[in-house]
């Protein structure tokens, strides 16, 4: 009878570790709606999350330190405004196709047709596959952020879409299906409700037995709804984009909390065309009255993670030109009285427009701050909601931008370029990202050398200036650095975004799935 | 016979008129939306160029009576033209979203009429009654608190802490159901897989539920409240007066006359449910139109603002065509009057 129950131990046991040896493990997360799958439109984070897993780029940032590493390059070189890549050998698409230079030609190409997404940072570009395994890149002027912006440039299988396509572009089949050489290839995408992704086993790099062998990106899904999920082990990583009183309640009740430091911040932009905030003093006295360290403990989600770091000037802590994190900024009424004593109008003549973006609630919590800080002033202000398309609009003119707009800006390709130039430069007036209208020959002078920089002295040079100048000028209220924070089950780990030396300082990329590991 | 035909021709004429009122009406709404809908979908780095190209594809920057135009020309072809907020052509997008609605919306109604009603019979045959308080106490309910408010109360209560039903979605992730119709009822079906069937049931009946309260506390006041007019009238004493039973006179002579005014407003509730369906659809992570809807508006994206539009009035005019016809089954005084009329 024992002997019985010993075999039939046995067997159980057995068929138990078979089954967890062949069980497949799904990751499930979320994003906000849509999914754009076609990555010559990638813009959004759920774009990225995309983008990334299911295609390549030909480098990819460093990660837990800066710079940049070949991808699907092997190697690079510049002269002045000419890059060269080396292609790596014996890379092939999912379709079974290899790739090659022409590929890298044709997704230049097709990115810079189709206009849409990041193709602005390619602007002025043109590629020539000088043979299979060489690609040679000609910009219209020497630019040092160029090796970054590559980590936007997915390489699409030229022969499958050309082969598939039904439009000039293949934008049709590409929204629908993958043709990259990415760790995970597409079994299944709703735009609205779901991605389905499939680990490819054959990926270049090969893909660890530990990494979820099915991915279900899912979109739009409600805080109150992610929330029951996770309670109930049926999801695994919620979206940034949960209240932060969701996300320590999900910590609370277990989840661990995934963070990744951006290359971005949060600014208040105060537009600088418009009176009083014409006057450089009246701004310093808005930006001395400003409450940092409430603003800080606002977005606090726990006693040790937040969702953003004390700012300490124009450039986030960890670029080129950042200050040390010793100078974080703090509110000064002193400072602010005095700024507001030299400022040539009388506050009490003008009533200041703090706008919010209707669709970040936490923008209204901040225009309150702002508003309750410069009563403390005396000066008078009003709080205007406007939705982000309505927004969009309104700063295309100095006259219809309010006085102080609310913005998360981050730089796409982890380069401060692609941060502070379409913010700051003078050619770039009345932009979502630059509703101050600055307009300053110094900072046009440090971003056109921080950009034509051929070192990273150089760069850091120009940048420490550029910090310097744009604090003196006021024109931005710089918030906090952001850090984006995800709950997330225990049955995932994720090293990218809780290792700080594994980390990559760009966003989305820390979702690559291939690098994840499956505990359950 | 050839008076329900009368109805239904006219019906079906006036439906068109509506139809081409209402393209009108949304074709110069969406365009009033603030933002420009070309700068929206290139998203917030797209170039003046890049803006203006679009413009140009969209025709924007034609009067907006040649637009309308265009897009009579390209509606008589079927093409509703390509949603900026996916990137696909709208009806494609219709042809995914709306089945996920229709079902639920149905089954919502279904709820509605086959709870509600019974509740206000029950309410007027006992009326005054602890029945009747229990019924009104139950209608006020379901009737004070939004769909929404009823989606997240049953799902913590029936799915997070008993977990009796799915949190979201249509479909667990087990099956792989080939889409033929849309409609996971029927495509689960005609693949022949019974355990997914019951699944699409089981993910079905909570947010169908949730959707369905408040039409259920409203069927059973309205239905209570007329019958229990009918019940003074005098042919229903008479009825009692010659010692029919109770649940006679309550079923033939003082329900169907009840009816009317009760399926007028369910055929309306019935077809309010499309564009209600939003924040349940939100709650339970439903792939359907009515989210789809709600995001095209906030995105101005202009082609799918139209196309949503058109198919939720379209099937509201349906409903209502429908409703109009069992009415006039119901009523005779209606077949008779439109007699008189043509």
Avoid at chain 1, 493 to 503: C, H, K, L, Y
């Amino acid at each position: 009878m024992k002997l019985k129950y010993l075999l039939g131990s046995v067997v159980a046991a057995s068929a138990s570790i078979a089954s967890a040896a062949f069980a497949e493990t799904v990751l499930r997360l979320d994003e906000v709606a849509v999914g754009e799958l076609d990555p010559a439109k990638a813009s959004d984070y759920a774009d990225s999350i995309l983008m990334f897993n299911v295609y390549d780029t030909l480098v990819l940032p460093n990660q837990g330190g800066p710079g940049h590493s070949g991808h699907l390059a092997e190697s690079w070189s510049s002269e002045g405004a000419t890059f060269t890549f080396n292609l790596r050998d014996g890379v092939s698409f999912q379709s079974g196709n290899t790739m090659t230079a022409k590929d890298v030609v044709y997704s230049l190409d097709r990115a810079q047709a189709l206009g849409s997404g990041l193709s602005y940072l390619f602007a002025g570009v043109s590629a020539e596959a000088i043979d299979d395994s060489t690609v040679q890149f000609t910009l219209g002027a020497p630019n040092a952020a160029f090796v970054a912006s590559m980590v936007r440039l997915p390489i699409v299988d030229m022969a499958y879409v050309e082969a598939n396509k039904s439009d000039e572009w293949g934008e049709s089949l590409l929204s629908g299906t993958s043709a990259g050489t990415g760790a995970y290839s597409v079994v299944n995408h709703n735009p609205q409700e779901e991605t389905v992704m499939a680990k490819w086993d054959d990926y270049f790099l090969g893909v660890a037995d530990a990494a979820p062998d099915t991915v279900r990106l899912r979109y739009g899904l409600e805080a109150a709804t992610v929330r029951t999920l996770i309670a109930q082990g049926e999801h695994d990583i919620a979206s940034q984009w949960l209240p932060p009183e969701v996300i320590k309640a999900l910590s609370d009740n277990g989840a661990q909390l995934l963070t990744e430091t951006g290359t971005g911040a949060f600014y208040f932009k105060m537009n600088t065309t418009k009176a009083p905030l014409d006057d450089v003093n009246c701004r310093r006295a808005l930006a001395s009255a400003f409450d940092y360290a409430t603003a800080i403990r606002m977005i606090a989600i726990t006693d040790d993670v937040s969702a953003g770091s004390p700012s300490t000037g124009a450039i986030p802590v960890g670029m080129f030109g950042a200050n040390g994190t010793n100078m974080v900024q703090a509110q000064d009424m002193d400072a602010a009285k005095a700024h507001m004593a030299a400022c040539s109008y009388d506050f009490a003549d003008y009533d200041i427009e703090v706008s919010w973006i209707a669709e970040v609630p936490l923008e209204e919590r901040f225009a309150l701050l702002m508003q309750s800080n410069f009563a403390q002033l005396g000066i008078k202000s009003h709080i205007k909601k406007l939705p982000w398309a309505l927004f969009a609009e309104q700063v295309s003119s100095p006259e219809n931008t309010p006085h102080i707009s609310q913005l998360f800006v981050n730089a796409v390709t982890g380069d401060p370029d692609t941060l502070l130039y379409g913010m700051y430069h003078s050619s770039n007036p009345g932009t979502w990202q630059s509703p101050e209208y600055l307009n300053d020959a110094e900072v046009d002078a440090f971003l056109e050398a921080g950009r034509a920089a051929g070192s990273e002295a150089g760069r850091q040079e120009a940048y420490a200036g550029l910090n310097a100048r744009l604090m003196d000028l006021a024109a931005t209220i710089y918030g906090f650095d952001r850090q984006s924070v995800f709950a997330a089950s225990n049955r995932v780990r994720v090293p990218a975004m809780t290792d700080p030396s594994m980390a990559f300082g760009l966003d989305g990329l820390g979702f690559s799935f291939r690098l994840m590991e499956m505990t359950e | 016979m050839s008076q329900l035909v009368g109805i239904l021709v006219r019906r079906i004429g006036i439906s068109v008129v509506v139809l081409i009122g209402v393209s009108m009406l949304i074709f110069a709404i969406a365009r009033i939306i603030p933002g420009d809908p070309a700068r929206i979908a290139l998203g917030p780095n797209a170039t003046a160029e890049q803006i203006a190209k679009l413009r140009g594809e969209m025709h924007l920057d034609e009067n907006i009576v040649i637009q309308y135009g265009f897009f009579i020309k390209d509606l008589v072809s079927g093409d509703l033209g390509t949603s900026l907020y996916t990137n696909r052509p709208v009806t494609l997008d219709i042809a995914q979203f709306l089945p996920a609605t229709l079902e639920l919306v149905f089954l919502a109604g279904v709820i509605m009429v086959g709870l509600g009603l019974p509740l206000g019979i029950l309410a007027a045959r006992f009326r005054n009654k602890w029945p009747d308080h229990l019924v009104r106490a139950l209608a006020l309910l379901t009737v004070s608190a939004p769909s929404f408010v009823w989606a997240v109360i049953l799902m913590l209560l029936c799915a997070y802490y008993l977990p009796l039903f799915p949190i979201a979605g249509r479909l667990s992730d087990i099956y792989e159901i080939e889409r033929v119709t849309g409609f996971l009822t029927i495509d689960t079906l005609i693949a022949g897989n019974v355990a997914a069937f019951l699944d699409v049931w089981h993910h079905l009946i909570l947010p169908a539920v949730a959707l369905a309260l408040s039409g259920i506390g409203q069927a059973a006041r309205l239905t209570r409240a007329n019958m229990v007019e009918t019940y003074e009238k005098p042919y229903i004493e008479m009825a009692q007066a010659y010692g029919f039973f109770p649940h006679r006179i309550a079923r033939i002579y003082a329900f169907k006359p009840s009816l009317i005014p009760s399926l007028t407003i369910i055929g309306l509730d019935f077809a309010a449910m499309l564009g209600n369906a939003f924040l349940v659809e939100a709650v339970f992570a439903w792939p359907g139109l009515s989210r789809y809807g709600v995001n095209v508006i906030l995105r101005k994206d202009l082609n799918a603002i139209m196309g949503t539009v058109l198919i939720i009035a379209l099937t509201f005019l349906i409903v209502n065509i429908i409703v109009d016809l069992l009415i006039a089954v119901l009523n005779p005084r209606i077949r008779h009057s439109t007699r008189v009329q043509s």
